[in-house]
């Protein structure tokens, strides 16, 4: 007889999942949590991966809420397991840049902007100094962008 405990058929990836449904639909943990009776800590520790597979109960809590069926919230799209570039997760995600302020289109497209100079200078070759002056440059843009 062997022992089964602790086996799930359910992927770690599903916490990841939980976050990207939850996230599409703009919904807090307190909100979820308020869909279905699971408490936003649990959700928060499922989606960080900090908790291993939810069970069955569960998943079948959050999937309605989330707006797919129970499968649907195991099973990963093509698009969610795609690699994705920096500078394309800055400008598609909705977040907050500091002090819960959200980052707004404008916001976005400084700090990819940044990034991307940043990325593309050469700071140990022969423009090193005329690309630290190019990232100040592009740093103070962004900093004004927020203060605004």
Do not use: W
């Not at 022992?3 to 990841?16: F, L, Q, T, W, Y």
């Not at 936003?40 to 999937?63: C, Q």
């Not at 200078?121 to 440059?137: A, F």
Request: net charge neutral.
């Amino acid at each position: 007889m062997s022992n089964d405990h602790g086996k799930r058929e359910i992927p770690d990836s599903v916490g990841a999942r939980i976050r990207y449904l939850r996230k599409q639909l703009n919904l807090s943990l307190k909100d979820l949590e308020r869909m279905t009776g699971v408490s936003p800590s649990y959700i928060n520790r499922l989606e960080k991966n900090h908790r291993k597979a939810p069970s069955v109960p569960i998943i079948y809590k959050l999937a309605p809420a989330l707006g797919v069926s129970p499968q649907e919230l195991m099973e990963m799209t093509e698009e969610e397991q795609r690699e994705k570039d920096v500078i394309e997760l800055v400008l598609t995600h909705h977040y907050t840049i500091c002090n819960g302020i959200p980052a707004t289109q404008p916001m976005k497209d400084g700090l990819a902007e940044m990034l991307q100079t940043v990325m593309s200078s050469d700071l140990d070759g022969t423009n090193k100094v005329r690309d630290s002056i190019v990232i100040i440059e592009k740093v103070r843009e962004f900093l004004k962008l927020i203060r605004e």
